[in-house]
T-cell receptor
Framework: GAGVSQSPSNKVTEKGKDVELRCDPI?????LYWYRQRLGQGLEFLIY????????KSGLPSDRFSAERTGESVSTLTIQRTQQEDSAVYLC??????????????????FGPGTRLLVL | AQSVTQLGSHVSVSEGALVLLRCNYS??????LFWYVQYPNQGLQLLLK??????LVKGINGFEAEFKKSETSFHLTKPSAHMSDAAEYFC?????????????FGTGTRLQVTL
């Protein structure tokens, strides 16, 4: 597709249930990121994947959160035993980069529309 | 460590007036700086980015931002506001130390444009 897509667009679940969120990055983008946006707040970094390197999980708030990515394609973010404080919009982004000869890398992250999660 | 501060969670301007959204950053390495816009119920859209080339960066929809290292600022401006500019604006910083760097976002500024 032309952009990053995410599914579902909205998810309502009961406290204690597991949820799985999906992200389809832009084709050819090697990096994929997950962010969380709580109501009235900025985006919090959760995790990113870059090619075949080990993912950077430094932003995951607890061991209830995990994510997987197969190659350079789809990623899933799983939240186990959901809590009410997990309610947020979960945004996925993907990027490629241009390596300039003798210069720094450049990248632009392109965001999907997000999944709005509500935990009751 | 990196951080971003956006002064003013809400800014209101009249249509046709100057838009100024403030962003200050903190970074231990030369930064990349970004402005994103988020329209209601939509994802983030890149407005512009600074990547150590020209300090005055022009973006889409008539927006521009100037990187001022001495002030650690990257304020977003537009000479004349339009009703369609009403949205939430996020400033973000990343490092340029590799091909994939997480973004650190400010808390956002909601821009209201009135008649």
């Amino acid at each position: 597709g032309a952009g990053v897509s995410q599914s579902p667009s909205n998810k309502v679940t009961e406290k204690g249930k597991d949820v799985e969120l999906r992200c389809d990055p832009i084709s050819g983008h090697t990096a994929l990121y997950w962010y969380r946006q709580r109501l009235g707040q900025g985006l919090e970094f959760l995790i990113y994947f870059q090619g075949n390197s080990a993912p950077d999980k430094s932003g995951l708030p607890s061991d209830r959160f995990s994510a997987e990515r197969t190659g350079e394609s789809v990623s899933t973010l799983t939240i186990q035993r959901t809590q009410q404080e997990d309610s947020a919009v979960y945004l996925c982004a993907s990027s490629s980069y241009t390596g300039l000869a003798g210069g720094p890398f450049q990248e632009t992250q392109y965001f999907g529309p997000g999944t709005r999660l509500l935990v009751l | 460590a990196q951080s971003v501060t956006q002064l003013g969670s809400h800014v209101s301007v009249s249509e046709g007036a100057l838009v100024l959204l403030r962003c200050n950053y903190s970074s231990s390495v030369p930064p990349y700086l970004f402005w994103y816009v988020q329209y209601p119920n939509q994802g983030l859209q890149l407005l512009l980015k600074y990547t150590s080339a020209a300090t005055l960066v022009k973006g889409i929809n008539g927006f521009e931002a100037e990187f001022k290292k001495s002030e650690t600022s990257f304020h977003l401006t537009k000479p004349s506001a339009h009703m369609s500019d009403a949205a939430e604006y996020f400033c973000a910083v990343s490092s340029n130390t590799g091909p994939a760097s997480k973004l650190t976002f400010g808390t956002g500024t909601r821009l209201q444009v009135t008649l």
